[in-house]
């Protein structure tokens, strides 16, 4: 890993009842619809799937805008994930997911690139 460990990861919920794992929480299970949920932080390792370049408007004081990549990740978990990312990410390149804070939003999950 190469992100701050306090930081590095992917906040999921587990069913209890069929043990799906997901890392958007909806507040039910969408395999069996079970209330019966934990939270869980699990590795951020992945490779990318896919990345594309988002190019918005620069607003002063907003560090959300601008250009930016989108990338899909395939977490060596098996889950998928849509997250931020740098621009020069190329699809196969290994990365790790990370985000400011564990208990931010998902839509804050950065991609960083692995150290060979
Ligand atoms: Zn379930």
Known sequence: MTADSA??????ERCEQC??????ARGF????????????V??????????????SRRRDGDPESGTFGIALVVLDAGIRLMVRAPVDLRIGDRV????????????LVQAIRERP
């Open 42 to 55: 699990i590795g951020g390792d992945g490779n990318v799937w896919s990345i594309t370049t988002l190019h």
């Open 7 to 12: 930081n590095a990861g992917v906040l999921v």
């Open 19 to 24: 043990g799906r794992v997901a890392a958007l």
């Open 96 to 107: 790790e997911l990370a985000r400011p804070d564990l208990h931010q939003p998902a839509s």
């Open 29 to 40: 299970c969408a395999v069996c619809g079970s209330h019966d949920l934990s939270p869980r």
